[in-house]
């Protein structure tokens, strides 16, 4: 298994993830991705790689997107046939949950989500902008996920050459993949995880209306692709899992 952690301008937590996600996936790889967070990160991230993470680091900020197909491209060359889990730095996602996300992603072969509540403290941008992409997800795919953004996603390792080749360079290539999932009818599996926010989400590089525009952009583009005939948004990933176009999103609990 490969933890596959994507940061910008990451803070103190880090460093204790990684050695939490070493001591409760044994065996497993962390590979912490930095996208161009330039010196002031030097320190965070030295003693991520004294706890055991193998660092690479972007000279320029591109944006999630770029960094996470830089890491799927990494693992399928540097570790072939291991699978990958994508983790969050700004501690949303606790260790016990990840192992959950990781065995039922070893269970079902498939892409597994981690999914949050959203009750209790959660900021109201997170609560709306959630419920709003997830009407607009069924309404454009026909499935309901529950949690669109999640950062906390599990997958296959025959998936991760297809990943690479997935468009998208910030935060709107986490939903380009499940749209591309949903159009070539590929299971998605969905756990529920808790929903955990810091200082009012206050890490988060999420920026409301640009990142909200780019997220939403694929979702229009997908729902014209249909309604033209357009199929490019249907092709299933090659040597992955059987296609059916009524394969189901399914939850555990």
């Known amino acids: 298994m490969i933890v596959l952690v994507p940061v910008y301008r990451p803070g103190d937590r880090l460093p204790p ?3 939490d996600l070493k001591d409760a996936l044994p065996g497993a790889d962390v590979l912490v991705v930095d996208d161009g967070s330039g010196p ?3 320190g965070v991230l030295r003693a991520a790689r004294a706890r055991g993470a193998t660092v690479l680091r972007r000279r320029v900020n591109r ?10 491209r990494y693992a399928a060359t540097r570790h072939p046939g291991r699978d990958v889990v994508c983790v969050d730095a700004d501690g949303q996602h606790s260790v016990p949950d990840v192992c959950r996300v990781v065995e039922r992603m070893r269970v079902s072969g498939a892409p597994t989500l981690g999914v949050r509540a959203f009750d209790g403290e959660v900021p109201a941008r997170s609560r709306f902008g959630n419920a709003a992409t997830r009407v607009a997800f069924r309404l ?3 499935r309901d996920v529950r ?5 906390l996603r599990a997958y296959p390792a025959a998936l991760l050459g297809w990943l690479s080749t997935i468009p998208g360079d910030r935060f709107e290539y986490e939903m380009t993949v499940l749209l591309r999932l949903a159009g070539a009818g590929l299971p ?3 756990v529920d995880i808790a929903t955990h926010y810091h200082g009012g989400n206050s890490g988060s590089h999420f920026s409301a209306l640009a990142d909200s525009v780019r997220i939403y952009r694929p979702l229009l583009g997908f729902a014209a692709a249909r309604l033209t005939g357009r ?10 899992f059987p296609a059916s176009p009524s394969a189901p999103v399914t939850r555990t609990p």
């Open 17 to 19: 993830l990684v050695g």
């Open 40 to 42: 002031a990160a030097d």
């Open 63 to 72: 944006g999630k997107g770029v960094v996470l197909r830089t890491g799927f």
């Open 140 to 142: 454009t795919t026909g």
């Open 147 to 151: 949690d669109t953004q999640t950062g």
């Open 188 to 190: 998605v599996e969905q």
């Open 231 to 240: 199929r490019d948004v249907d092709t299933a990933p090659d040597h992955a």
